[in-house]
């Protein structure tokens, strides 16, 4: 059973606010919930000053949120689709009419191909084509098609749980500067990770949890390895 208590925090826009904690303290499960994977029983939501209410997760993107979720071969692709289906899965959906031709009733099929064109070519993700099927790709690259599907919702607060496991170096970086682009666009970025390192180099703000509360909220300054591990096991 999934329980929050005493978890009240805000987000700013032009920050990165990270969030650390020790597995099963419920850090994935409570951005799950905001995003409407998970019922919230009491307490509010609120965006610039508007109560808002996600009861699944259309809600949530319509709000302007995206969620790049932890298991990316699990929860994130389609293994046997192409990359382009795999970037437009989430704007084809929400946006329906995006992909019609004017008055037609036919999928317009150069639009679609340009968008994950585009995404393709921010993230110089690597593939042979935009038809290859993303599960032939490696990880770092399935994880650029991802972060380019949520990307292209042109969302205003932008969810990462874990959005460097088990990818290279290189990948890495091109995933931390469109986080670094969206900060200065006024976006608000929040990141889950379980590498300490990352938290403290890359957040601006940091709550950690333990055991589905908030132990202590970190301004940048005051980020340590240290401090971080001893409010999660509670030292």
């Known amino acids: 059973m999934k329980t929050f208590k005493n978890v009240s925090f ?10 650390g904690g020790l597995v099963g ?34 809600d949530a993107i319509k709000n302007g949120m995206a969620l790049l979720t932890e298991d990316r071969r699990k929860t994130g692709i389609i293994g046997p689709g ?27 099929k150069a639009k679609r ?3 994950a064109q585009k995404y393709v ?11 290859t099927a ?15 599907r949520w990307l292209l919702s042109e969302p205003d607060i932008l969810i990462l749980d874990e959005p460097t496991r088990g990818i290279d170096v290189g990948a890495k970086y091109e995933i931390y ?24 180099n890359m957040s601006d703000r940091v709550i950690v949890m333990r055991s ?7 301004e940048r300054e005051d980020l340590s390895q240290e401090k971080i591990m001893g409010y999660a096991v509670n030292i």
């Open 134 to 148: 993303i599960k032939t790709l490696s990880g770092g690259n399935q994880q650029k098609v991802l972060l380019g």
């Open 25 to 58: 303290s419920q850090r994935s499960e409570l951005m799950e919930a905001l995003f409407g994977l998970h019922g919230i029983s009491s307490g509010k939501v609120t965006i610039e000053g508007k109560e808002i209410h996600n009861r699944q997760p259309i």
């Open 82 to 108: 192409s990359i382009t289906d795999n970037t437009l899965v989430v704007e084809q959906n929400v946006n329906p009419k995006r992909y019609h031709k004017a008055g037609l009733p036919f999928i317009d």
């Open 113 to 115: 191909n340009q968008d």
């Open 212 to 218: 589905g509360e908030i132990s202590a909220v970190l």
């Open 177 to 200: 500067c469109i986080m670094n682009e969206m900060v200065k666009e006024g976006k608000a970025v929040v990141m889950i990770s379980s590498e300490l390192p990352e938290i403290i």
């Open 10 to 19: 805000s987000v700013k826009k032009g920050e990165i606010f990270g969030i």
């Open 121 to 131: 070519d921010m993230l110089s993700t690597k593939t042979p084509s935009l038809k």
